[in-house]
């Protein structure tokens, strides 16, 4: 077979697979060029071919402002397009720079690091804006996860993006995603809170409102607030809804818990420890009015039947005892089974 202009394949391989090995380099590059000065409807597009990208190191970054999602916990979460970005920025604006210089260190990023926090972030984005104006790269972190949610950073990039300049996401970890696919909703649809109001009046208040939304709810709370809060969303949410606790994510103590709001203090009581960390609350959604509640009244019966047959045998047996229907006593028997395995 000949290969790269009369080049014969098992004589001369080493030849072959250099040649073969360069025409490639020069298609690739070839098409990441076109891509990158021209995308769909002739737009410029920075990230090469229309469709995803193949993942290459990025070239000199542009200048822009990259919102760049960090670890919620394991620093071996980053993406290795968030560690090209903060090696090439100029400066790195940061919620708390204590934070962010340990997980620079990490991987041996050295970088200029200025402070963006809540107290300071409108003069902060007046800055960064001449910084960009002057041609530097800025990259926004927050201490964990995605800034602007729940965190630092929305002001900024309004400032930016107003100013005319690019605002480019790099995403990564998410505590809230984190926690929803870990919590097998039910609800098709949820609905991302963050935290709730610290007073008392206000979030009664707020859980009111969300009370009539026919949505699974998501908040962020913190270890010395969880306590009121869950006691909050039980008497306006409804202590029967379910909840999942989400605690620590990534970290060495993470907790995954699935429990009913009304039961939430007891299984918290239970160890000192399930008090301390960060939390994701994920609540269920409410059963939608032309859905009958949940009927749990054969729930005693089913628990104790389960602790020594197999499951199918126990629900079947449990039907000839209350003549209860098979099918509702077969969905009540996997939600005890995953309560109890949780």
């Known amino acids: 077979m000949t290969v790269a202009g009369g080049v014969r394949g098992l004589d001369n391989g080493g030849v072959v697979v250099q040649a073969v090995a360069l025409t490639i380099a020069a298609m690739s590059a070839a098409v990441r ?8 409807n002739g737009e410029s597009n920075r990230n090469g071919a229309a469709g995803m990208s193949r993942g290459e190191p990025l070239p000199a970054v542009e200048r822009a402002l990259y919102v760049v999602a960090t670890p919620i916990g394991n620093l071996r979460d980053i993406t290795l397009r968030a560690l090209d970005v903060l090696r090439q920025v100029d400066v790195i604006a940061a919620e708390d720079t204590r934070v962010t210089a ?20 409108r003069r902060r984005a007046d800055e960064i ?16 996860g995605t800034p602007g949610v729940s965190d630092p950073g929305a002001l900024l990039v309004r400032a930016v993006a107003a ?43 707020a859980l009111d409102e969300l009370a009539r939304l026919p949505f699974a ?13 869950v006691l909050a969303m039980a008497d306006q949410l409804g202590d029967a809804r379910e909840v999942v606790i989400a605690r620590e994510l990534t ?7 699935r429990t009913r709001l009304g039961e939430t203090i007891a299984w918290i009581d239970a160890d000192r420890d399930r008090e301390r960390g960060e939390f994701v609350l994920v609540v269920e959604a409410p059963p939608s009015p032309d859905k ?9 019966t089913l628990a104790l039947l389960m602790e020594e047959l197999p499951l199918t045998r126990a629900v079947r047996l ?8 098979r099918k509702r006593l077969y969905e009540r028997a996997l939600a005890l089974k995953s309560k109890k395995d949780a």
């Open 163 to 205: 100013a005319g300049h690019a605002v480019i996401p790099v995403p990564g970890p998410s505590a809230a995603i984190a926690a929803i696919s870990a919590a097998g909703l039910s609800a098709k649809h949820w609905l991302f809170y963050g935290f709730l109001p610290t007073t008392a009046t206000a979030r009664r208040t």
């Open 129 to 144: 804006v001449a910084l960009l104006e002057r041609g530097s790269r800025v990259a926004l972190v927050s201490d964990a």
């Open 292 to 300: 009958p509640a949940v009927d749990d009244s054969h729930d005693a």
């Open 318 to 325: 449990a039907a000839a005892l209350t003549g209860a229907p």
């Open 217 to 229: 709810l998501v908040f962020y709370e913190a270890p010395h607030r969880v306590r009121e809060a």
């Open 33 to 40: 060029a076109r891509g990158r000065r021209t995308g769909r």
């Open 102 to 121: 340990v997980l620079l260190a990490q991987h041996g990023i050295r970088a200029r690091l200025l402070s963006v926090n809540a107290h300071n972030e």
């Open 251 to 257: 970290k060495r103590f993470e907790t995954i818990h």
